[in-house]
């Protein structure tokens, strides 16, 4: 049991179609209700829409008591119990789409874009008119918010944006995952489950981030430490996909030679980058066995030590004087379900 009012009843029906949380453990509801709507409006990150979003789900809001008598229509209702998630998603849509710049595909150029424009007239048609961009800002500062209204001129416009929003979404979902994984931390250390901590905990901890964290790691390595120089000097950066995929199919390879004066092999970001993937690939693909084995095989033999001590003749005897003297049976001590094994390896499978 869950204690809920109007505003949470829907962030709660969300969690509970994914599972129900057994009693005293963390409930995720309360970190749901950021979490869901903004990466909603990472995904949807339009102000207009969001706008439109948000007014729809403020009118339910402001008349519920009035609508309250039409919430058994079955496509009503779900708007109507959704209401509040609906508002939060629409105001972070409309912050994501400030982010973006972006008004029903449209960009808003409120501060002046800091970077300099000129129009060239072909000489042959005077209606066809081309745009040429300064290589060098403008101006000395970026554009203050969100992105330059510039970009809805170029012509890599999609690939920049989508590149930037992928990145966005690996680094806040990275992050979401390893949250995660810390609320079922203290899941172990309230219950007092050691092995769960050592099992579970750790080897999530280790693959997560010597994969997918170090990939969060080189994104804002890449963008605060590749400049026009590190291009010139390499012959440009090595794309980030390749180089998540190359830490793999090239495990084992050495590090090349540098060819340059930067002191960095070609396809690489930094001296002794080869290195340090090689031994993070090496720790993550250690902890895949450790977290698919480690508990299964634990509580085996805890089991047939448990069944050898309640084996010896008398045993019986003892519980039942115990009982008798109304002495208090220690938790661990006290008689569980039977022990299955199979149920313990397809759940750290799972967990794998």
């Known amino acids: 049991y869950n204690k809920v009012n109007k505003f949470t009843t829907g962030f709660q029906n969300i969690v509970d179609a994914f599972g ?38 403020l009118f339910l809001v402001l008349n519920e008591k009035k609508l309250a008598a039409m919430k058994d229509s079955e496509m009503f209702g779900t708007f109507y119990s959704g209401r509040y998630i609906i508002l939060l998603m629409g105001c972070f849509s409309i912050y994501t789409g400030l982010i973006y710049n972006d008004c029903f595909s449209k960009s808003f150029n409120i501060f002046g874009s800091s970077w300099h424009v000129t129009a060239e007239i072909g000489p042959e048609t005077r209606e066809e008119v081309s745009l040429s961009v300064d290589r060098d800002f403008d101006k000395h500062n970026p554009y203050p918010f969100g992105l330059d209204p510039i970009w809805q001129l170029a012509l890599n416009k999609l690939t ?17 995952m390893m949250f995660g994984i810390i609320l079922s931390y203290h899941n172990h250390v309230y219950f007092k489950r050691t092995l769960n901590i050592w099992a579970c905990f750790v080897p ?3 693959f997560l981030m010597s994969i997918f964290g170090y990939l969060v790691y080189m994104i804002f390595y890449k963008w605060i430490m590749i400049d026009s120089k590190f291009h010139a000097a390499n012959g440009g950066a ?7 995929i190359g830490m ?50 634990v509580m085996y033999m805890r089991n047939r030590a448990k069944k050898r001590a309640t084996s010896f003749p008398g045993f019986e005897e003892l519980e039942m004087s115990k009982l008798l003297k109304d002495e208090e049976v220690p938790r661990d001590e006290e008689k569980s379900e039977e022990f299955e094994i199979g149920d313990i390896v397809v759940h750290q499978a799972i967990h794998t």
């Open 238 to 244: 090595e794309s980030l996909l390749l180089m998540l």
């Open 204 to 206: 999530e901890v280790i």
């Open 20 to 57: 129900v949380a057994s009693y005293r453990e963390v409930n995720p509801t309360p970190y749901t209700i950021i979490t869901f709507p903004f990466l909603f409006a990472v995904m949807f990150g339009d102000c207009g829409h969001g706008m439109i979003m948000a007014m729809f789900a």
């Open 160 to 176: 920049f944006t989508n590149s930037y929003k992928m990145k966005t979404s690996i680094v806040l979902g990275v992050t979401h």
């Open 248 to 297: 793999f199919t090239n495990f084992g390879a050495p590090e090349k030679n540098p060819v340059n004066g930067t002191g960095i092999p070609p396809g690489q970001f930094y001296i002794g980058e080869k290195h340090m993937e090689n031994f993070l690939v090496a720790i993550a693909l250690l902890a895949v066995p450790y977290l698919l084995l480690t508990k299964p095989i």
